[in-house]
């Protein structure tokens, strides 16, 4: 199997995707806050419950429920956008500096969060399209990979200023010894 190089342009290449899908998201999120001031169901880290899901869904209106649609379809490629991101960023350092272990965990975080956020989008998809005939199951399954969801999110998230902190320390020595 050839193994995938990836370069320091293949990295800001998905850096650069990445930035772009979250500030569309956070543009496209603050014309949901008009409807209201509840967080949206994919920031609830306690999941949520189909009485939970009526509410919010009341509180929208028509107007904010077609408003989340639009959002949920903005939405739909970041965690894959996230995961190229995760992959080519943590490839470039841990896996360079062959530190497998927490390599492995963050690449796992990165592509799980791919997995339930792609759940999640096409589950909230499903209950704003079926509003206010919602189903439980859907519902539950919804809540259950918004919360694994949040939580690798947490990891990558965490992980990416902690990298690049290693990374100026380690550039700063390298830089130091070659210089003398």
Known sequence: MKQIMITKKLTILSFTLFLLNAIALEI???FLSNYSNLPKLDFRLSGYNITEVT???NLLGNSGRETYLWLNVLDTPFPFVLAFFGFCYFSFTWKKWNIKTVYFLLI???FSFMIFDTVENISIYSMLNSF???NTNIISISSLATQIKLYSLFVVYGALPITLLISIIRYQKNWKTNKK
């Open 108 to 110: 796992t975080a990165s």
């Open 132 to 134: 206010p005939a919602l």
């Open 28 to 30: 496209g999120g603050s």
């Open 55 to 57: 509410q919010y869904f």
